[in-house]
């Protein structure tokens, strides 16, 4: 009796055997028809009545099949009478490993030849392309039996307690407070964004955030919808070089080389920024992305940033008279966050106010536009607000929405500087968070306003523009 047979047996014959490996087992993996035949009719049995079948109702199942031939059908049956006449099994535990092995190893072959199907298929038949290799075979290598089954809250305490002190993987800022409100930065998995009016600044926000990485030796992956790559690259060149957007065009070759240089020497980091048509990429574009800068370039990204949300496409459905934006702007999120789950990575986004949020100091979570079920999905999201008397201050105020990585009610409202020309941000002094309300800080603690005549007059009257104070 082969392996394959032994396995076959053991799903009928041994209740602990089958609970332990069947979601593991595929039929493709049985080389034999009649194999294949039997174990798809185990899996049908036990998914449907939820026991082991016997003898008889197999028997009864397969003489079902009109779709056989006289062969297929007696080797069947023979099958099943050959591994249910002794009733003896093997040992348990010894066969749940050799079936895990057997997994595997069929796993990869079917991927190697599936993949070379796709190389040699000139007339294009398949349905995936060479892209998909890299996919397919990563898939087959990570088969492998997870007996996890869920967290017992007693008798995996001491898991638990390691759990809560395991120092987590996150990508920091460069600006204090993001620091502050995200405990250390961004954490895998997780989708983070950003809320802001027209020219308020997202893009600007995201490219300094970039830049901040890239200098931090992280890998980036800047994906953009609304601008073209080198339009991105530009403001990333501003910000870098601490050069203004208009100067930077006049600068000569030669110097502008030796800065580039400069920075290849002083990161390890990549940054690699992809442009896609607005609204017609979706998250199997950006996977399909992924796979070929692991394939081409070696290179796997720490962060990705898509500018922006809502001008994504949706892998699942179309927007049309059927698809209202709540449904897929909610779809579009939940997609990047599988994309970020999938590939443990942080990603960080952006969305438009509303009409109303456009001209509204005090941006919350219902100024979102289109889909209210965006912030339902979102890890983190803060609003970006920009007034008069900010601008003069050449200061953007920040407020958080959602936090799930710390109390949102902290520090729920602080500014940071800005300088547009140079595509910057930088901390805020402390002064500048005085008066602000939910700023995190404690009476005592704030120190004295600016002197300046627009700092006496919002000490006086507690007057922030339009801010709630």
Same mark, same amino acid.
């Given at each position: 009796?082969?392996?394959?047979?032994?396995?076959?047996?053991?799903?009928?014959?041994?209740?602990?055997?089958?609970?332990?490996?069947?979601?593991?087992?595929?039929?493709?993996?049985?080389?034999?028809?009649?194999?294949?035949?039997?174990?798809?009719?185990?899996?049908?049995?036990?998914?449907?009545?939820?026991?082991?079948?016997?003898?008889?109702?197999?028997?009864?199942?397969?003489?079902?099949?009109?779709?056989?031939?006289?062969?297929?059908?007696?080797?069947?049956?023979?099958?099943?009478?050959?591994?249910?006449?002794?009733?003896?099994?093997?040992?348990?535990?010894?066969?749940?490993?050799?079936?895990?092995?057997?997994?595997?190893?069929?796993?990869?072959? *079917?991927?190697?030849?599936?993949?070379?199907?796709?190389?040699?298929?000139? *007339?294009?038949?398949?349905?995936?392309?060479?892209?998909?290799?890299?996919?397919?075979?990563?898939?087959?290598?990570?088969?492998?039996?997870? *007996?996890?089954?869920?967290?017992?809250?007693?008798?995996?305490?001491?898991?638990?307690?390691?759990?809560?002190?395991?120092?987590?993987?996150?990508?920091?800022?460069?600006?204090?407070?993001?620091?502050?409100?995200?405990?250390?930065?961004?954490?895998?998995?997780?989708?983070?964004?950003?809320?802001?009016?027209?020219?308020?600044?997202?893009?600007?926000?995201?490219?300094?955030?970039?830049?901040?990485?890239?200098?931090?030796?992280?890998?980036?992956?800047?994906?953009?919808?609304?601008?073209?790559?080198?339009?991105?690259?530009?403001?990333?060149?501003?910000?870098?070089?601490?050069?203004?957007?208009?100067?930077?065009?006049?600068?000569?070759?030669?110097?502008?080389?030796?800065?580039?240089?400069?920075?290849?020497?002083?990161?390890?980091?990549?940054?690699?920024?992809?442009?896609?048509?607005?609204?017609?990429?979706?998250? *199997?574009?950006?996977?399909?992305?992924?796979?070929?800068?692991?394939?081409?370039?070696?290179?796997?990204?720490?962060?990705?940033?898509?500018?922006?949300?809502?001008?994504?496409?949706?892998?699942?459905?179309?927007?049309?008279?059927?698809?209202?934006?709540?449904?897929?702007?909610?779809?579009?999120?939940?997609?990047?966050?599988?994309?970020?789950?999938?590939?443990?990575?942080?990603?960080?986004?952006?969305?438009?106010?509303?009409?109303?949020?456009?001209?509204?100091?005090?941006?919350?979570?219902?100024?979102?536009?289109?889909?209210?079920?965006?912030?339902?999905?979102?890890?983190?999201?803060?609003?970006?607000?920009?007034?008069?008397?900010?601008?003069?201050?050449?200061?953007?105020?920040?407020?958080?929405?959602?936090?799930?990585?710390?109390?949102?009610?902290?520090?729920?409202?602080?500014?940071?500087?800005?300088?547009?020309?140079?595509?910057?941000?930088?901390?805020?002094?402390?002064?500048?968070?005085?008066?602000?309300?939910?700023?995190?800080?404690?009476?005592?603690?704030?120190?004295?306003?600016?002197?300046?005549?627009?700092?006496?007059?919002?000490?006086?009257?507690?007057?922030?523009?339009?801010?709630?104070?």
């Amino acid at each position: 009796m082969n392996l394959e047979q032994k396995i076959l047996k053991h799903l009928i014959l041994d209740e602990e055997y089958t609970r332990k490996t069947l979601p593991f087992i595929r039929g493709e993996y049985f080389q034999e028809s009649s194999e294949k035949l039997l174990f798809t009719e185990i899996q049908s049995y036990v998914n449907k009545y939820n026991s082991m079948p016997t003898q008889e109702a197999l028997v009864i199942e397969i003489d079902k099949k009109i779709n056989l031939t006289d062969d297929q059908h007696k080797k069947t049956i023979a099958l099943v009478k050959q591994i249910t006449i002794d009733p003896e099994v093997s040992d348990t535990k010894w066969l749940i490993d050799a079936t895990e092995d057997f997994c595997q190893e069929k796993a990869i072959y *079917n991927g190697i030849m599936q993949s070379i199907q796709i190389l040699d298929d000139k *007339n294009k038949t398949e349905k995936l392309d060479k892209g998909s290799i890299p996919k397919i075979l990563a898939d087959a290598l990570s088969v492998s039996f997870d *007996n996890h089954i869920g967290h017992d809250f007693i008798d995996d305490a001491e898991t638990r307690y390691d759990f809560y002190h395991k120092v987590e993987k996150r990508i920091p800022f460069d600006l204090d407070y993001l620091n502050r409100i995200t405990k250390g930065g961004l954490a895998e998995k997780s989708l983070n964004i950003v809320l802001a009016g027209t020219g308020v600044g997202k893009s600007l926000f995201m490219c300094h955030c970039a830049a901040a990485n890239l200098t931090m030796g992280k890998n980036v992956l800047y994906i953009t919808m609304e601008m073209a790559e080198e339009r991105i690259a530009e403001r990333i060149d501003a910000n870098l070089m601490n050069v203004e957007l208009d100067r930077l065009v006049g600068m000569p070759k030669e110097t502008y080389l030796r800065k580039v240089e400069s920075l290849r020497e002083k990161t390890k980091g990549k940054l690699i920024i992809k442009e896609y048509p607005t609204a017609s990429a979706n998250v *199997n574009h950006f996977s399909h992305l992924l796979n070929e800068l692991k394939l081409k370039r070696q290179f796997i990204p720490d962060i990705i940033y898509i500018d922006y949300l809502n001008i994504c496409s949706s892998a699942r459905m179309k927007m049309g008279s059927s698809i209202n934006s709540y449904t897929y702007i909610k779809a579009i999120a939940e997609e990047l966050r599988g994309l970020a789950v999938e590939h443990k990575v942080p990603v960080v986004s952006a969305t438009q106010t509303t009409r109303s949020g456009y001209t509204n100091s005090d941006v919350g979570l219902e100024d979102t536009s289109e889909s209210f079920g965006l912030p339902a999905t979102a890890d983190l999201m803060f609003a970006l607000i920009s007034t008069e008397e900010l601008a003069e201050l050449n200061q953007i105020m920040v407020k958080q929405l959602k936090n799930r990585y710390s109390d949102p009610t902290t520090n729920k409202r602080f500014v940071i500087g800005v300088d547009r020309a140079k595509m910057k941000l930088y901390d805020a002094e402390e002064s500048a968070q005085t008066n602000i309300s939910d700023s995190g800080q404690i009476e005592e603690d704030k120190p004295a306003f600016d002197k300046s005549s627009f700092g006496k007059r919002m000490q006086k009257n507690r007057d922030f523009g339009n801010l709630k104070v």
